[in-house]
């Protein structure tokens, strides 16, 4: 059964530092894509970063560019997101999500989401 | 970036009613399309890509259409689990974007 459940979700305060981790299992991590995906109170989905199965390619969105970075261990078959200079319009749950492949795709699994609250 | 203009922002219908959402690109996304439903408190799950390809075990109520930049998620018959958020996303583009969403709730 494929699974990911994201972690690392908190409190920060405007220009902290946080990371979130995303476990997979019951799939070949190092074959699928991976994003990350964010919703702020009551609003819509907002795409914010995707990585590659290998790890060599990263995508960001213009929102969080030089600030956020997306890795990931394909030998502990997880993803992470390090956020840097947090902005009160960060404040939203982080979804991981997996991509149905490689490529350009949508997303067929997603976790159960992470809070991040940037509040002084 | 590719900008997705979904509409109706929201929407009230009856069981059984069928309905309609549109997502217009900005530009031709050559059916690289997915379509989303979000319940409260949970996380989005597909029901289309490929602009009209079912994704397995979801209900044969729910079909896609569209092609260039005009899509269309249709609802045959609502069911009482269909009064939910519906988010279309292009993929085409790595850099992705969704709809601004449709609240589909009883009328």
């Known amino acids: 059964e494929v699974q990911v459940a994201e972690s690392g979700g908190g409190l920060v305060q405007p220009g902290g530092s946080l990371r979130l981790s995303c476990a997979a299992s019951?799939?070949?991590?190092?074959?699928?894509?991976m994003s990350w995906v964010r919703q702020a109170p009551g609003k819509g989905l907002e795409w914010v970063s995707g990585?590659?199965?290998?790890?060599?390619?990263?995508y960001y969105a213009g929102s969080v560019k030089g600030r956020f970075t997306i890795s990931r261990d394909n030998s502990k078959n997880t993803l992470y997101l390090q956020m840097h200079t947090l902005r009160a319009e960060d404040t939203a749950i982080y979804y991981c999500?997996?991509?149905?492949?490689?490529?350009?795709?949508?997303?067929?699994?997603w976790g159960q989401g992470a809070l991040v609250t940037v509040s002084s | 970036d590719i900008q997705m203009t979904q509409f109706p922002s929201s929407l009230s219908a009856s069981v059984g009613d069928r309905v309609t959402i549109t997502c217009r690109a900005s530009?031709?996304?050559?059916?690289?399309l997915a379509w989303y439903q979000q319940k409260p408190g949970t996380a989005p799950k597909v029901l289309l890509y490929?602009?009209?390809t079912l994704e397995s075990g979801v209900p044969s109520r729910f079909s896609g259409s569209g092609s260039g930049t005009d899509y269309t998620l249709t609802i045959s018959s609502l069911q009482p689990e269909d009064f939910a958020t519906y988010y279309c996303?292009?993929?085409?583009?790595?850099?992705?974007?969704f709809g601004q969403g449709t609240k589909l709730e009883i009328k």
């Open positions: 530009q031709g996304i050559y059916n690289s």
């Open positions: 019951g799939f070949t991590f190092s074959s699928y894509a």
């Open positions: 996303q292009q993929y085409y583009s790595t850099l992705y974007t």
């Open positions: 990585i590659t199965g290998s790890g060599v390619v990263t």
């Open positions: 490929a602009a009209s």
């Open positions: 999500a997996k991509g149905r492949g490689d490529g350009f795709n949508f997303f067929d699994y």
